[in-house]
């Protein structure tokens, strides 16, 4: 079992940055691949980014591409979403969620979410 906690949201200006991180419980968290998806108000929960639990496989959303980064410290247990150059359209609640397994962007596949944190980007 994991537990996730969400951080690092809040409102930042058009071309600004944030850094969101996800601290995970559990001795496991090392084996998990981690995601990262949004969801903006009236609209459904889409994916953003993606990491495989050694860190050496990522995948993005073809929207954040160049813009965002995912990591992860299997140390801290942490995995992180550095977000640069945001958009307007960047705005919406942002969660992460682990799975065992293969590196995937569908959502139904993950079996464990943090509560989210907001991002707000004023433009």
């Known amino acids: 079992q994991v537990q996730l906690v969400d951080s690092g949201g809040g409102l930042v200006q058009a071309g600004g940055s944030l850094r969101l991180s996800c601290a995970a419980s559990g001795r496991t968290f090392s084996t998990y691949t981690m995601g990262w998806f949004r969801q903006a108000p009236g609209k459904e929960r889409e994916f953003v980014a993606t990491?495989?639990?050694?860190?050496?496989?990522?995948y993005y959303a073809d929207s954040v591409k160049g813009r965002f980064t995912i990591s992860r410290d299997n140390a801290k247990n942490t995995v992180y979403l550095q977000m640069n150059s945001l958009k307007s359209e960047d705005t919406a609640v942002y969660y992460c969620?682990?799975?065992?397994?293969?590196?995937?962007?569908?959502?139904?596949?993950?079996?464990?979410w943090g509560q989210g944190t907001q991002v707000t980007v004023s433009s």
């Open positions: 990491i495989m639990w050694s860190g050496g496989s990522t």
């Open positions: 969620a682990a799975k065992l397994g293969r590196i995937t962007r569908l959502a139904s596949e993950y079996d464990y």
